[in-house]
């Protein structure tokens, strides 16, 4: 008797957005960017964050806390819910410096960011 299975072909999930290659998690879609097109590519939450942080800028300030970026991402985005913001502003914000979009300084026990030109 001989077993028959099915074989189910999956399609990537990703698209690089510069010459089309297909990944199947966004991780390798991510290393591809950056190694062969020498770009960051920002999930939605990352960009939102980064626009937040850009219109504290445009308000004057060099340097600003979590909570600043917080308030202010609040106010852009007003469906915004839940108890955990906080803590994933607080994330994506040391992302954005592991990436080398922000930069990070600390004054007096205080994380400050601001936008690297």
């Not at 469906?79 to 592991?98: P, S």
């Amino acid at each position: 008797m001989v077993k028959r299975s099915r074989v189910i072909d999956v399609p990537p999930l990703y698209r690089c957005p510069y010459c089309g290659k297909r990944f199947y998690n966004f991780g390798n879609l991510f290393q591809h960017a950056k190694h062969r097109h020498n770009v960051m590519l920002l999930t939605g939450t990352q960009y939102r964050v980064l626009l937040s942080c850009k219109r504290l800028r445009e308000e004057g300030y060099e340097w600003f806390s979590s909570s600043d970026v917080y308030r202010t991402y609040r106010e852009m985005f007003h469906n915004v819910k839940g108890r955990r913001l906080i803590n994933m502003i607080r994330h994506t914000l040391h992302t954005l410096v592991r990436k080398g979009i922000l930069e990070m300084s600390r004054k007096s026990d205080v994380l400050l960011f601001r936008v690297r030109d």
